[in-house]
């Protein structure tokens, strides 16, 4: 059994069942109604809702924590979590003058390009379920038709002009790179192109067999080892505010009087305009960004006129929205105060009344059971028989009462409830029910956020993802299920008012119980968060000069002692790189590329006496490595001779984890970083080695 087995069983209840056919209805026949649905079931109607009825849907939530947490837990009931996608709050305030984190761009990016060409790529892909808060929401973007316009995917045997092809990345804001490591950057190489298309988790390479291509291969960026083979792949722009609008933004904002400015603001107001009318990108464009389109966006506009819009709680979301425009304006006027934005700057996002108007413009479903402005519930003319709010209750709490749990679980299997526990402890609930001889069944464990993640990936690189679901009937009885969600419910009177013939499940099964660790001991536990696809998992090496300061003495691998001066940008062949420029004796000067700059290494003293530099080319260096060189020889002897000894030497292996010590951990209550997770993991399998352990 599977989570989404449960859909059967929801569908065969007769409220939820009027629920989907008015929805399935052209045009749907449901009025704008509150719905009143337990929170802590509404990641499962949604999934089922997405699932039964296979259109796109946007969900607004108020806030962004509580986004992200709905879009986990709906990925968890979907059966193509990869379909599930949130779009992440902008990192700078309205008005705010700072430039936004690249994993906030790009996952932005990637995000409304992956609802915006579904349309057309409906053949394969699921239908998205976009997650948005308030903040998201109100800020003004690239309209969809824009972004649907610069996108194009290349594929194995298509031909290309080369240069037209490299004329058109520019121009969506990719930068030319020697090596390319970064989203949104790409390098050329005779017949060979790599790109990192902010849609991709991995930077592709692109093989020519003249103007053909020959062959597209994932790599990574750290080592630039081809991986895997794909044979399509999309790029899009690499950032929301197109350079190639930036004349737009200047025209709309060329007037403002900027003599109210402090002379830095003033100055750097007039050279990003500079900037936005030569069509350049620039560090910090997304403060221009609602001014670049003469029509702009929001993430309601990517929603298609059949797709589904959802509401989870709207007074809610009001009283946020308002919260930000009022917050948006006091922080206007203080910078206008302070001289670090001009005054008769145009609204830089959409106001609370037009997002009210706009969402109310559309058919929607809402959550809660508080609409607009008045309280409501239930479901059209049957609000009186079948209330949706009714549709589920909250699940019985136990909060460790071990006795108590299983004397309602062998009282609700007599009566043939569909009983579901999910719990990251199920190796010790499964003992808990043995020693009580509790039959119960084991299920499929849910996937974790990693394994979410790698689904996603196989999108993004152009695997059909539509595949048959291959599901059970759910059945009478407890079934076991290793994983976490946040909370249980319970559904009633699945099968009141059915005809037997339609009847798709068990006819004795009346009632379903979902049960999880915060029911049954009074915790719940979420998976680790998880990383974007953007941030490595291994240290790159221009990391290592960060703790370089102008003046400190270092030392390359092949030219010797110099002084490091600082990171520097060089223009070569119309390629504008980074290089770490160090000194030498006699005004000699080297200029090292950041990727290499594992060759530089801190210099390390027995005492203050400053180092002696040489100049570059001269043999002094190499004579001090081949003296060093010789002493290091002597001491990896030594270190040979005590490794061998402690390789040879036994040592005590521990036994691998017991069921005792999962549930030891499965109990923790705090959530570990991937870091410790790692960590801990490795600790564990040196220790369960033969060997003396190496730490």
Not at 176 to 186: N, R
Not at 263 to 275: G, I, K, M, V, Y
Not at 414 to 436: H, K, M, N, P
Request: net charge negative.
């Amino acid at each position: 059994m599977v989570l989404t087995d449960i859909f059967a069983l929801l569908y065969d209840h007769p409220v939820y069942r009027q629920l989907v056919e008015a929805l399935a209805a052209r045009p749907p026949q449901l009025p704008t109604i509150p719905l009143g649905v337990l929170s802590a079931a509404r990641p499962a109607l949604l999934a089922a809702l997405h699932a039964h009825l296979q259109r796109p849907m946007l969900l607004v939530v108020a806030r962004a924590d509580a986004a992200r947490t709905l879009a986990q837990q709906i990925q968890l009931w979907s059966p193509h979590p990869e379909a599930v996608l949130r779009l992440p709050d902008p990192d700078a305030l309205f008005y705010e003058r700072i430039a936004w984190g690249r994993d906030t761009v790009y996952e932005r990016i990637r995000v409304l390009a992956a609802v915006a060409t579904w349309p057309v790529e409906a053949d394969y892909r699921p239908p998205p379920i976009l997650v948005t808060s308030a903040r998201a929401l109100m800020l003004k973007t690239i309209p969809p038709a824009e972004l649907r316009a610069t996108m194009c995917t290349l594929h194995v045997g298509q031909r290309i002009n080369l240069n037209e092809l490299v004329t058109r990345w520019i121009q969506l804001g990719y930068q030319p790179s020697s090596v390319v490591e970064e989203p949104g950057s790409f390098s050329r190489r005779g017949g060979i192109l790599d790109i990192f298309s902010p849609y991709q988790p991995r930077p592709v390479r692109i093989e020519l067999f003249g103007d053909e291509i020959e062959s597209l291969r994932t790599f990574d960026p750290l080592t630039q080892r081809s991986e895997r083979h794909i044979t399509r792949f999309k790029v899009v722009p690499a950032h929301e505010a197109l350079a190639r609008y930036g004349p737009k933004a200047w025209e709309a904002l060329k007037e403002i009087d900027l003599s109210s400015c402090q002379p830095a603001a003033r100055t750097s107001f007039e050279e990003d305009l500079e900037h936005l009318r030569r069509t350049e990108r620039f560090q910090g464009i997304e403060f221009y960004l609602p001014f670049f389109y003469e029509m702009p966006a929001g993430p309601l506009d990517y929603l298609p006129p059949d797709g589904l819009l959802v509401i989870e709680d709207p007074l809610e979301l009001g009283t946020v929205m308002d919260e930000l425009d009022a917050q948006a304006q006091e922080l206007l006027q203080e910078l206008i105060r302070h001289g670090e934005l001009p005054s008769g700057l145009p609204r830089s996002y959409f106001t609370p009344q037009e997002m009210q108007d706009a969402l109310k413009a559309r058919p929607h479903l809402i959550l809660s059971r508080e609409g607009w402005e008045t309280p409501a519930s239930g479901l059209g003319d049957a609000a009186a028989n079948l209330p949706l709010e009714t549709l589920f209750a909250p699940a019985p709490v136990y909060g460790g009462q071990v006795k108590r749990l299983a004397e309602d679980l062998r009282e609700w299997t007599r009566t043939g409830a569909c009983i579901v526990l999910i719990s990251r402890q199920a190796a010790r609930l499964g003992e808990i029910l043995a020693d009580r001889q509790i039959a119960f069944r084991t299920g499929a464990p849910l996937p974790g956020l990693e394994e979410l993640g790698e689904a996603a990936t196989l999108a993004a690189e152009g695997a059909e993802t539509i595949i048959p679901q291959k599901q059970e009937l759910p059945h009478a009885g407890i079934t076991l299920i290793q994983g976490s969600l946040a909370e249980g419910w319970v559904l009633d009177h699945i099968l009141s008012s059915l005809p037997v013939e339609e009847r798709a499940i068990d006819a004795r099964i009346g009632r379903l119980l979902l049960l999880t660790d915060a029911e049954i001991f009074g915790h719940y536990k979420p998976e680790p968060r998880r990383r974007t696809p953007f941030v490595r998992h291994a240290v790159a090496p221009e990391t290592l000069f960060f703790d370089f300061q102008p003046g400190d003495y270092v030392v390359h691998i092949e030219h010797g002692i110099g002084i490091f001066r600082g990171l520097v940008k060089l223009n070569l062949d119309g390629v504008e790189n980074e290089y770490l420029q160090v000194d030498y004796a006699a005004n000699d000067r080297l200029y090292v590329p950041v990727h290499q700059a594992d060759r530089l290494s801190r210099y390390v003293s027995v005492d203050d006496k400053p180092p002696v530099i040489h100049r570059l080319g001269t043999a002094d260096w190499s004579m001090v490595k081949r003296r060093a060189q010789h002493a290091v020889e002597e001491i990896a002897r030594e270190l040979l001779e005590l490794y061998a000894a402690r390789e040879i030497t036994p040592g005590f292996a521990f036994a691998p984890d017991t069921p005792w010590q999962q549930e030891l951990e499965a109990a923790f209550p705090y959530v570990e970083t991937e870091d410790q997770l790692r960590a801990i993991a490795q600790v564990k399998r040196d220790m369960e080695k033969s060997k003396p352990m190496d730490r």
